[in-house]
């Protein structure tokens, strides 16, 4: 009987390190942010800044507008709309990464705010 018992603990053992390795895998392949930064009908997130615990700002293109969204964990706020075509360029190039010396999010953030 004792070791049917421990057989059994060793399967539950098994199976709930299996499931953590596997939700460990899906969040290093970015399979638990969801499918709204795939693109979803009209817009899409183009990137996240984590200010600290429970507050982001989103850059968010909707149609032809790119948005500025800051979040916490009980709302979104509307910060800015990005409608200079350098700035959605620069944001665009430092959110893809394509441009190696250009300013940061914080860089452009200050800029936006003068």
Same mark, same amino acid.
């Given at each position: 009987m004792?070791?049917?018992?421990?057989?059994?603990?060793a399967a539950l053992i098994g199976i709930l390190s299996l499931i953590l390795l596997m939700a460990w895998g899906?969040?290093?392949m970015g399979f638990a942010r969801g499918t709204f930064d795939k693109g979803t009908a009209g817009w899409r997130v183009l990137g996240v800044k984590a200010l600290s615990p429970g507050k982001q700002i989103y850059i968010v293109e909707v149609g032809r507008r790119t948005l500025l969204i800051g979040a916490t964990d009980k709302m979104l706020t509307p910060l800015m709309e990005v409608s200079d075509k350098e700035d =959605?360029?620069?944001l665009?190039?430092?959110?893809?990464?394509s441009k190696p010396q250009m300013p940061n999010f914080k860089d452009f953030l =200050?800029?936006?705010q003068s």
């Open positions: 004792t070791a049917e018992i421990l057989k059994t603990f899906f969040r290093r =959605r360029e620069m665009s190039a430092a959110v893809a990464g =200050r800029k936006a």
